[in-house]
């Protein structure tokens, strides 16, 4: 068998799906028909497929629709990116060394000012870089609870939140309307019942109050939150 | 159907299940005619394999 005849069969085997599905144009048809007549590997292969055309017939093809699909282009694409990025970059290098050159021969006319500016850049610069980089303590993750206030209570809760330290959990409240001057206590209650103190603090009235209230007990033990005022009558609590 | 490559799937989808001209499908996936038919032939083989794999006779 030549690799003609080869070519040729494997184009006309190749057919045999779109046969089965019943795709082909009249022409095609035939001319696949007469190979099939001659070829019994291609008839087995035929015998194989041709049942799959009752199953696709059952299929929803909304299910399907929107199959995604990377544009053609994508490859060349990507290939065009990476020649870019990558000549840029090689002028970038050129630059920067053009620019080490000059600044080498300035140097020798303006060392003193230049050193002076350099520390006093740098300086600036430390300090912007550290003020930028620094880690903000105050972006955790927060989880909103609902603080349920009792009925004869006048408090008012803005926000509530738990955060799940490492170490333990916290109670994070901005809210008004705590007797001034007195002393409340926020509480956790764990999964096995206990009460679990998480801090105290002094109401401030009408004034909004913001409060961290923290404890060694982990988020995920923690069952309710709780805040009592001094003669132990709940102000507000959230089941979690 | 979603055991076939992204591709075999695609040729069944759009030619078959969508009812789609060969050609006007094979221009969007800028490939060949013979191409597309080549892969829904690769498509059923698949379907085929995936479907003795998982039991379902035919």
């Known amino acids: 068998v030549s690799a003609d005849d080869e070519a040729a069969h494997r184009g006309l085997r190749e057919l045999l799906g779109s046969y089965a599905l019943g795709h082909l144009s009249p022409a095609d048809d035939d001319r696949l028909r ?44 990507v290939r065009r990116a990476v020649t870019r990025a990558r000549a840029e970059r090689d002028a970038d290098e050129l630059a920067r060394r053009r620019a080490a050159a000059a600044g080498q021969r300035r140097r020798r006319w303006v060392g003193t000012l230049t050193a002076a500016s350099v520390v006093l850049v740098a300086l600036i610069g430390g300090a912007m870089i550290g003020r930028a980089t620094a880690p903000d303590p105050g972006r955790v993750p927060l989880e909103a609870i609902s603080m349920e206030v009792g009925t004869d209570e006048d408090v008012t809760v803005e926000s509530a939140d738990l955060v799940d330290h490492t170490w333990g959990v916290e109670l ?13 206590r926020a509480e ?18 009408t ?17 309710q939150v709780l805040v009592t005022d001094e003669s132990g009558d709940t102000v507000m609590f959230s089941d979690l | 159907m979603r055991r076939l490559a992204p591709h075999h799937r695609e040729a069944l989808v759009q030619t078959h299940l969508l009812g789609r001209p060969y050609d006007e499908v094979a221009a969007e996936l800028s490939i060949p005619v013979g191409t597309l038919r080549s892969r829904v032939f690769y498509a059923m083989r698949a379907l085929r394999s995936a479907m003795d794999e998982m039991g379902v006779s035919l």
């Open chain 1, 188 to 205: 956790f209650r764990t999964t096995d019942g206990r009460l679990v103190p998480a801090g105290e603090f002094r109401g401030v009235g």
């Open chain 1, 34 to 77: 007469a190979h099939l007549d001659g070829c019994p590997g291609c008839r087995a292969q035929l015998d194989e497929l041709a049942p799959l055309a009752d199953r696709l017939g059952l299929v929803d093809a909304r299910a399907f629709g929107d199959v995604p699909v990377p544009p053609p282009t994508l490859g060349e694409d």
């Open chain 1, 172 to 184: 994070r409240i901005v809210a008004l309307g705590f007797d001034a001057g007195e002393t409340f």
């Open chain 1, 207 to 223: 004034r909004t109050m913001t409060c961290f209230l923290q404890s060694a007990t982990m988020r995920e033990d923690v069952t």
